[in-house]
């Protein structure tokens, strides 16, 4: 399977260049040639099957050209290490948990399956090199994909936060595990960790010496393994013989989330529509409406992750439908939602129902309170737990809610880090010195 640029200025590249570099050569993002329908009795029988043996499948239809299909499959069963269950919180309203993975949030999924995908390629054709991975995080990222690459052989993960700007709780998900991760503390703020990430690429000399790739969230290994948990999701509320009339509802801020959600449709997945749950960063949701799309500034809210200002994704949404209006504004519905609207609907659901939502989750729950009508079934994506949003969620829902085990153990865990300036020759030098290959 070939994969060609949203820009569409530069040829097709296969699997392999398009994991690696990450974005295409005009700056577009990179999108499947073909996307295949799978066969009807997948969907009469899916509600028998596991989310490991879905997205067997599901791979298969994506990666099957370009993978073995042992590998393949090997490389699926260890990204999902973990289930994705769907639980009932009200009536017509599901919650499908996408933070059971080792850092608690659906990000898991994607830089699971990437790390695993990179390194069947460079074990192939890196001649032993070790390939280092670049990723600058204001938070979440940083931890999903140090922990996805975590002990994956012949690669070296630097992650880049900024000193002072991250919580303790995501700083401790990067800067304790050791093995092939070095985290770096880069004085100065997240835009200066993306400038060191970005001239580290475009440097001819560190190039030369070393292999240095991204694991951006726009990259295809990170972004359609998403679509695997769309499928047990439906295949799960089928199970509870609510399978008709299903919404799928998103909290959405990068878009790449949803947009493996509408891939999954374009392969058939039965969902009648969906929904595109904003915060205060409304730009999808104003586009909708209006047909307009108008960047902004990205605002601070609680649902922080959702903080986007120009979703990259957007491009791809557009490539899915022609760029036509009518036929998104159709399939896709729209919501936003202040903080106050947030912390107000966290309250009610747990004093309603017992569900302790976290502040992105909580997006998704209100706009099916809003938007669904009567004989449909919601499922909203419950991307993080709530316990990383320890503080918050407690001072909202007003009682203390549990810490799952392996977020201890990273609390527990001695932070090390490599103090940085944020001038790029000492980031280069440091490279330089402590390149393996
Ligand atoms: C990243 C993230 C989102 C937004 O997902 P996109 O794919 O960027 O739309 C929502 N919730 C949480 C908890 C996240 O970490």
Redesign the pocket.
Known sequence: MKYYSTNHTVPEVTLRDAVVKGLAADRGLFMPERIKKLPEDFFNNINKLSLQDIAVRVAESFFGEDVEPAALENIVRDTLSFDTPVVEVEKDIYSLE??HGPTL???DVGARFMARLLQYFIGKDSGGKTVNVLVATSG??GS?VANGFLGVEGIHVYVLYPKGKVSPIQECQFTTLGRNITAIEVDGNFDDCQRLVKSAFLDDELNSKMLLTSAN?INVAR?LP?AFYYFSGYAQVKAKGKGEDVVVC???????????GLIAHKMGLPVKRFI?ANNANDIFYNYLQTGEYNPKASVQTL?N??D?GD???FARVLELYAGKHEVIASLIDGAAFSDSQIADAMKKCYEKTGYVL????ACGYLALKQLLKEGETGLF?E??HPA?FHDTVVGIVGKEIDIPERLQDFMKGEKQSVAMSSDFPDFKSYLLAHSKD
């Not at 976290?358 to 989750?361: A, E, I, S, W």
């Open positions: 996408l933070f949030a659906f990000k979440d990222t999903a969230s972004f998403q998103v909290p959405s801020g990068n878009f790449g989330n949803i947009t493996a595109a649902a992750a959702m986007v979703p990259s994704n976290d502040p992105h989750g994506l991307t993080a990383k």
